[in-house]
């Protein structure tokens, strides 16, 4: 399954900016798809903690919150490409 996957941590400031944009029919809709029929998750953990262990299980260990796995295998870890990506793709209000 093609999916792109956004993690985000409660209180991250950074992570309240994209907040800000999401969409929320793409958040809670199973039936969203984006541009490349892709699902779209988001997961958001509680500490710091959890955001290590929880980027370590979808295989991106090293990266920062906000990160967003992409359903090519890319991440994207820069709050304005997030932007941008999640925009381009309607997870995001304009």
């Known amino acids: 399954m093609?999916?792109?996957v956004l993690f985000?941590?409660?209180?991250?400031s950074h992570c309240g900016a994209i907040r800000a944009v999401l969409n929320m029919d793409a958040v809670a809709g199973d039936e969203f798809r984006g541009l490349a029929k892709q699902h779209?998750?988001?997961f958001v953990s509680q500490s710091n903690e959890a955001s290590k262990h929880m980027l370590n299980q979808f295989g991106?260990?090293?990266h920062a919150i906000p990160c967003l796995l992409l359903h090519?295998?890319?991440v994207l870890e820069k709050k304005k490409d997030i932007i941008a990506h999640l925009k381009e793709n309607f997870m995001a209000e304009s």
Do not use: P, Q
């Open 2 to 4: 093609k999916a792109d």
């Open 8 to 12: 985000l941590e409660r209180g991250c």
């Open 40 to 42: 779209f998750f988001v």
């Open 60 to 62: 991106v260990k090293g």
């Open 72 to 74: 090519t295998g890319d």
